[in-house]
């Protein structure tokens, strides 16, 4: 027997998505980051995202950038002990990832910018590990902020730009 023909599903990013993915995923990721507080957890691999996300930045190397900065957010959320906040920013926040790794040639963000970035993760980083929590918020959304500008920045000047199905967010793995 014939095995089933393969389907491609084809999802286009547009800004009312990303707009709506980010006013959700900020304060899911203020709730993992609560999570962490007052807890011995080994947040070495996010250490090791973090280095990597640097070295992509000084290699301009965006798509590795993209992939560690990933990484990086798995990590807390894992380390959050939550499995369902885990499932849900995994779902959520993987097709915004698909989208940019998808895009990657379109992006030409300059090295210092990456490098911005990757600073401000090692910097929530070194604040969750010091246990100032409101601080690590405070990062995190300033972070979070500059990759939602681009975002939109992007989906205004190319609304048509789609993600094949092997990268949707419910498949969506590094």
Excluded at 113 to 123: A, F, R, S, Y
Aim: hydrophobic share 45%; proline share 3%; with cysteine.
């Amino acid at each position: 027997e014939k095995p089933a023909p393969r389907r491609t599903c084809v999802t286009v990013q547009t800004r009312r998505d990303t707009e709506e993915i980010y006013a959700i995923r900020l304060p899911l990721e203020k709730l993992v980051i609560d999570c962490l507080a007052n807890k011995k957890v080994n947040l070495d691999d996010a250490q090791a995202a973090c280095e990597r996300m640097l070295q992509a930045a000084h290699e301009g190397n965006v798509a590795e950038f993209l992939v560690a900065d990933l990484a990086f957010h798995q990590v807390l959320w894992k380390a959050s002990n939550n499995l369902h906040l885990e499932e849900i920013l995994g779902r959520l926040v993987g097709r915004g990832f698909a989208f940019s790794l998808i895009t990657v040639r379109q992006r030409r963000p300059a090295v210092d910018k990456l490098n911005m970035i990757g600073l401000l993760h090692v910097e929530l980083l070194q604040l969750i590990r010091a246990g100032e929590i409101e601080q690590a918020k405070i990062t995190l959304e300033a972070s979070m902020d500059r990759t939602w500008m681009e975002e939109v920045n992007l989906t205004d000047a190319r609304p048509t730009i789609r993600s094949v199905g092997s990268l949707r967010s419910s498949t969506f793995t590094t």
